[in-house]
């Protein structure tokens, strides 16, 4: 069992409001990730960090952005949420590159 | 190109039978291969990893198989179970230099059920 916490699980949020997906991880992984997945759908890498202070976007544009000022804590915020950006939203952390993803289980955001 | 091709879709096998997902790149930088299994409610967990070294790998039931001339690489799940009805994403990275290394390209994953 991977030891990243997602939370919340689900939430379901009205347009306009600003949301924080936390991400946690006690692994002492410096590489992180935040991946969006529509239901049955692959995986699109939104956001990366190499380590405290380092953050990049990903390959698919997202209107969301992220922090790392630890080393355990990756939150993704969503600045005035809006329908388009209903999805899951999947953190990971990796201990080097090319080495296994931990993923958590998701945070399944609903913006109506 | 980061894009990686996953077939087919959606896979039924019955119990005991050979499960075959099949995945293709362009990118002849990426030089790290893994699948991932994802059960619902989940998220993906490594399955198997395969580097361009090797033209195979195996662990228990699971058998990744490597074609570098081709730039294709499959999984092979040998005497299916009802348990392994899950989500599979195949997916490659690039280890080092430029900006790209490090980061995971999905396919589009394969929905895998395995009836009794």
């Known amino acids: 069992e991977a030891d990243i916490y997602q939370t919340p699980r689900y939430l379901v949020i009205g347009t306009g409001k600003k949301i924080t997906l936390e991400c946690s991880q006690t692994m002492g992984h410096d590489k992180m990730y935040w991946y969006q997945q529509d239901p049955g759908m692959e995986l699109h890498l939104i956001h990366y960090s190499y380590g405290v202070n380092s953050t990049e976007k990903g390959d698919l544009s997202s209107e969301s952005t992220v922090s790392r000022i630890r080393t355990e804590h990756f939150p993704l915020t969503l600045e005035s949420a809006r329908p388009s950006h209903t999805s899951q939203y999947l953190c990971?952390?990796?201990?080097?590159?090319?080495?296994?993803?931990?993923f958590g289980q998701g945070t399944r955001l609903t913006v109506v | 190109q980061q894009q990686v091709k996953q077939s087919p879709q959606s896979l039924i096998v019955q119990k005991g039978g050979i499960s075959i997902i099949n995945c293709a790149y362009e990118?002849?930088?990426?030089?790290?291969f893994p699948w991932y299994q994802q059960f619902p409610g989940k998220g993906p967990a490594l399955l198997i990893a395969i580097r361009p070294d090797v033209s195979e790998k195996k662990e228990g039931r699971f058998t990744i198989s490597f074609n570098k001339s081709a730039k294709q690489f499959s999984l092979h799940i040998m005497d299916s179970q009802p348990g392994d009805s899950a989500t599979y994403f195949c997916a490659a990275s690039i280890s080092t230099g430029g900006t790209s290394y490090g980061k995971l390209t999905f396919g589009q994953g394969t929905i895998l059920t395995v009836h009794p």
């Open positions: 990971a952390s990796s201990i080097g590159w090319n080495t296994e993803a931990f």
């Open positions: 990118n002849t930088a990426f030089d790290y």
